[in-house]
Every structure is written in C-alpha cells, then in structure tokens.
Nanobody, 121 residues
Framework: QVQLVESGGGLVQAGDSLRLSCAASGRTFSNYYMGWFRQAPGKEREFVAAIRWSSGSTSYAVSVKGRFTISRDNAENTVYLQMNSLKPEDTAVYYC??????????????WGQGTQVTVSS
C-alpha cells in the first residue's frame, strides 16, 4: 500500500524558510514523478514543483521558481521541498503526490494528507 506522509509545515514570517518532507513507502518510486501541490483557502489546488525520481530532473511553477527547490533522497525514500523567501501568498496546505512516469495518464494517483504552511506578513 502506497503511503505519502508530509511533514515540516508551520507558521513562519515573511522572508523565512521552511523545508517540507514527504516520506514515501509501499513501492519502488524509481519510475515515478513526485510532485508538490498546494491549495489555499477558497482556491483550487495548484502545481508547485515536481521531480523525476530516477533522473532528478525538476520543474517549477513560475510563482515559486528561484525560491523553492525540490529534491529527493534515495536512501531515505523522501522528497523535500525547500522553501525560501516565503511570502504571505505562499500560505496553503501543501500536498505531496506521485504519478507513474511510464503511464499514459498525467494524473497524480497517490496523495498525502497535506501539511499546513502559514506565512504571516
């Protein structure tokens, strides 16, 4: 059974940093994309960043590029999202997700429970 467990959220001030973690278990993720998404109150869930586990290639939303960094630790089977220069508009519930890179569908099929990030001004 696949499990994605996020941690590391919290309340910080604008300009601070946070690192989110996503512990992945239940299968081998070498052929998977791992993504971070977020959902702010009253808004739709949006893509933040993704990494292909095998190659380490990454992609980012324009709104976070240059401030956030996604990475993975093969030994720990964990994906990280380092968030620097946080802004109040980064406030949201952050979700970790996974999708099979070899599948025809681009939908993320596995999701974590989310972790709250609140940035005060």
């Amino acid at each position: 059974q696949v499990q994605l467990v996020e941690s590391g959220g919290g309340l910080v001030q604008a300009g601070d940093s946070l690192r989110l973690s996503c512990a992945a278990s239940g299968r081998t993720f070498s052929n998977y994309y791992m993504g971070w998404f977020r959902q702010a109150p009253g808004k739709e869930r949006e893509f933040v960043a993704a990494i292909r586990w095998s190659s380490g290639s990454t992609s980012y939303a324009v709104s976070v590029k240059g401030r956030f960094t996604i990475s993975r630790d093969n030994a720990e089977n964990t994906v990280y999202l380092q968030m620097n220069s946080l802004k109040p508009e980064d406030t949201a519930v952050y979700y970790c997700a996974a999708r099979n890179a070899l599948a025809a569908s681009l939908l993320y099929t596995y999701w974590g429970q989310g972790t709250q990030v609140t940035v005060s001004s």
